[in-house]
């Protein structure tokens, strides 16, 4: 989490660590790309799959869904870890934040008990109750984190500037 996490938990003491879907999803799919890179070096049948793991079931061709399927039938450590990342996904399509909550400790359970070591989720992942943001909350979100990166970045600049100048 570094220098950001800690910045914010001096500064802002009263503010909340939240971990949004896209950087789960996008951790959650290195390590299927982790994972399958091990297992290609004992498992033949993963060579030169690395983008259909990559993908969603609903936008693989029909060769890749093939592909895909037999390699899911063999219940390896990759097929495991694609599934983790589908389950996670898959909570968004829950219709109230009870449903929410109930599939996300049932998944995360499944997730700590796994064997696989490039999945680690640590306590701080935790669900919030306000599990509906729109995605124009979302956007206004991730807007705002930009802006406040750029500030924090002028912020050195200005103070290496006043530096040079003294």
Sequence with gaps: MGCFYQYFKKNCPNSRLVHDKFHVVKYLTNAIDLTRREE??????F????FIFLKRLDTMTDNQRITFELENIS???????????????AMYECQTSEQALHYFNAWY???IHSSNKHIKIKKQLKLSKNTSRTSAQQ?????????????LRFKEWLKAIITLTT
């Design 75 to 89: 219940n390896t450590k990759t097929a495991s870890a694609w599934r983790m990342r589908e389950n996670f996904i």
């Design 109 to 111: 359970k499944s997730v």
């Design 47 to 50: 060579k030169k799959t690395r």
């Design 139 to 151: 956007s206004r979100t991730v807007e705002l984190n930009k802006l406040i990166v750029k500030l």
């Design 40 to 45: 290609v070096k004992i498992e033949p049948i």
